[in-house]
């Protein structure tokens, strides 16, 4: 009985103090909050910077990437305009070796194929590649010149879209020349047959010990032989040596093709009378 009333006290008491931590909750819930807060504050400040350098290092991702979506269109602009002007400096390159042929009357003696150098062929030393070739009406044996009217050689192999090019110093390459005196204009031009002797060097067979040539005579084809049309320069002569045991001088002449600072060539498909 006496335990009874002692457990109903405790629930009357129990009763009571919820009642009066509610009240007293509801009286200072104001300070409550202000303290809460207050402590609470500096936490939140932090997380609060914390979350905008993330906010700001992901939307930094974005602008990175609109960026670079932006450099690489600039850069494709760029290669755009940059192959448009090589593009156009090949049409003046063109142009202007396509005048020098006119001003020599090239045009009015042969029926010309505009070619350019595209290299050297690698097997085969003085022998160069042009990317003109059977398409082109390039054939085997037609000589290949440059707008300055200086011979180079003539094809030895035409593929469909390039040829084969042996220069006039390829070795054992033989052809016909006159050597003209550079000092004397009005000297008889003297006959002689041209050889390859390889690396951009030419010989002269042929030549009596009694002709008057000299050092820097100049040297053109000749037709004699029907290997090139006469007339083109093909180079000066070089060293002279004569000897009393022999019949003929012993000549090396220069070819003046430059393989280095000549791009565009011309091949003679055919002749006009």
Known sequence: MILEKYQKRKKIIAFFLIIVFLGIALLFQEG????????????????????????NFFSSFGKLKELREKIDSLEKENYSLSLQIANLKELEIENRELKKALDLNLQKEFNLVLAEVSGKDIGTKDTILITAGKRDGVLEDMPVITPEKILVGKVVKSYKNF??????????????VK????EEQNKKDISAIAKGEGNSEISLDLVPLTAPVSKDDIIISDNMGKIFPKGLLVGYIKDIKKSDTAVF?????????????????????????
Do not use: M, W
């Open 179 to 182: 050597i003209k005196s550079k």
């Open 249 to 273: 001088q012993k000549i090396k002449a220069q070819h003046i093709f430059d393989i280095k600072k000549q791009r565009t060539l011309f091949v003679i498909t055919g002749y006009k009378e």
């Open 32 to 55: 409550i909050k202000n303290c809460f807060y207050t402590i609470s504050l500096p936490f939140q400040k932090f997380f609060l910077k914390q979350g905008t350098k993330i906010s």
């Open 163 to 176: 040829s084969e090019v042996a220069l006039l110093s390829k070795k054992n390459f033989s052809f016909d």
